[in-house]
């Protein structure tokens, strides 16, 4: 059975950083690329970074760009998201997630094109 579990979120003050880690037990998460997405209550799910199954190339949204961090660690089957500068409107539930292709060309940025889903990990940012 896949499960993807993430850790590391919690309640930190503006400005502060924290780190999720996501530990997959997936036979090919080395040839999946993996993202990292966000849901605040009342919101639909966001994208907020993905990096290729190589880790070769990563993408965030705009929001983050400068502030997150995507890496991954294959050996250990583990994604990570750095995340630094943080602010209030970072308030959320994050989700890591494994693409539904292997070996995508190009990172994918959208909810439909990954397959596999941890449960979530709620990070919150005080004012």
């Known amino acids: 059975q896949v499960q993807l579990v993430e850790s590391g979120g919690g309640l930190v003050q503006a400005g502060g950083s924290l780190r999720l880690s996501c530990a997959a037990s997936l036979r090919t998460f080395s040839n999946r690329a993996m993202g990292w997405f966000r849901q605040a209550p009342g919101k639909e799910r966001e994208f907020v970074a993905a990096i290729s199954w190589s880790g070769g190339s990563t993408s965030y949204t705009d929001s983050v760009k400068g502030r997150f961090t995507i890496s991954r660690d294959n050996a250990k089957n583990t994604v990570y998201v750095q995340m630094n500068s943080l602010k209030p409107e970072d308030t959320a539930v994050y989700y890591c997630?494994?693409?539904?292709?292997?070996?995508?060309?190009?990172?994918?940025?959208?909810?439909?094109?990954?397959?596999?889903w941890g449960q979530g990990t709620q990070v919150t940012v005080s004012s």
């Open positions: 997630a494994a693409d539904r292709i292997l070996m995508r060309s190009k990172v994918a940025a959208t909810t439909n094109e990954y397959y596999y």
